[in-house]
Nanobody, 128 residues
Framework: QVQLVESGGGLVQAGGSLRLSCAAS????????MGWFRQAPGKEREFVAA????????YYADSVQGRFTASRDNAKSTGYLQMNSLKSDDTAVYYC?????????????????????WGQGTQVTVSS
């Protein structure tokens, strides 16, 4: 089992920045892929970003490419999502998730259904 706890959400003006953290406990964090997803009211949960267990491979949704950066510190069992140039469309509940390694490229990193462990979510609200 892996337990995930997000923090760092809040209210920010458009153009501002936030950094989300995801603290993991339980099994060895460094063995897992970490993903970030979000869900806005009335919409399905969508992929935002993912980072490979070693940290050298990342994937991003087109809507956040160039604005968001995923990183991780395996020594601290913590993942991060740095969000810059925030827009009102970024308003959502953000979730971190973990899954076992996969080797089929982007498609296995972005698939919501393939993640085994989820945090409780943190609200991000961007005011325009």
């Amino acid at each position: 089992q892996v337990q995930l706890v997000e923090s760092g959400g809040g209210l920010v003006q458009a153009g501002g920045s936030l950094r989300l953290s995801c603290a993991a406990s339980g099994r060895t964090f460094s063995n897992y892929i970490m993903g970030w997803f979000r869900q806005a009211p009335g919409k399905e949960r969508e992929f935002v970003a993912a980072i490979r267990w070693s940290g050298e491979v990342t994937y991003y949704a087109d809507s956040v490419q160039g604005r968001f950066t995923a990183s991780r510190d395996n020594a601290k069992s913590t993942g991060y999502l740095q969000m810059n140039s925030l827009k009102s469309d970024d308003t959502a509940v953000y979730y971190c998730a973990a899954r076992t390694p996969c080797y089929t490229g982007r498609r296995c990193y972005i698939d919501t259904n393939k993640y085994d462990y989820w945090g409780q979510g943190t609200q991000v609200t961007v005011s325009s």
